[in-house]
């Protein structure tokens, strides 16, 4: 059975940092791409970053980039998500998800994906 758990949400005031977990249970993790997207009420599902297998290359969302690195320890099972400077509009429920094999951003590509996590950023 897959599992993907993400941790390490919380209530932060602007400005501060959060760093999300993600420990996968039940794949190959080495074999899959993780990626971390977000969902804010109202709103359509965003992309936030991916990391490919080996680690080696990472995409992000444009809203996010300079603040937000995603990384991925293949020994522990787990993807991290390190949020900086941080700003109401990134006040969302955060997910990562698996992707087999090759990395991408689409959504719709991706087969696995955790219960989510709420991040809630106050002004």
């Known amino acids: 059975q897959v599992q993907l758990v993400e941790s390490g949400g919380g209530l932060v005031q602007a400005g501060g940092s959060l760093r999300l977990s993600c420990a996968a249970s039940g794949i190959i993790f080495s074999s899959y791409a993780m990626g971390w997207f977000r969902q804010a009420p109202g709103k359509e599902r965003e992309f936030v970053a991916v990391i490919s297998r080996s680690g080696g290359t990472t995409y992000y969302g444009d809203s996010v980039k300079g603040r937000f690195t995603i990384s991925r320890d293949n020994a522990k099972n787990t993807v991290y998500l390190q949020m900086n400077s941080l700003k109401p509009e990134d006040t969302a429920v955060y997910y990562c998800?698996?992707?087999?094999?090759?990395?991408?951003?689409?959504?719709?590509?991706?087969?696995?994906w955790g219960q989510g996590t709420q991040v809630t950023v106050s002004s």
């Open positions: 998800a698996a992707k087999f094999f090759v990395i991408g951003t689409p959504a719709d590509d991706y087969k696995y």
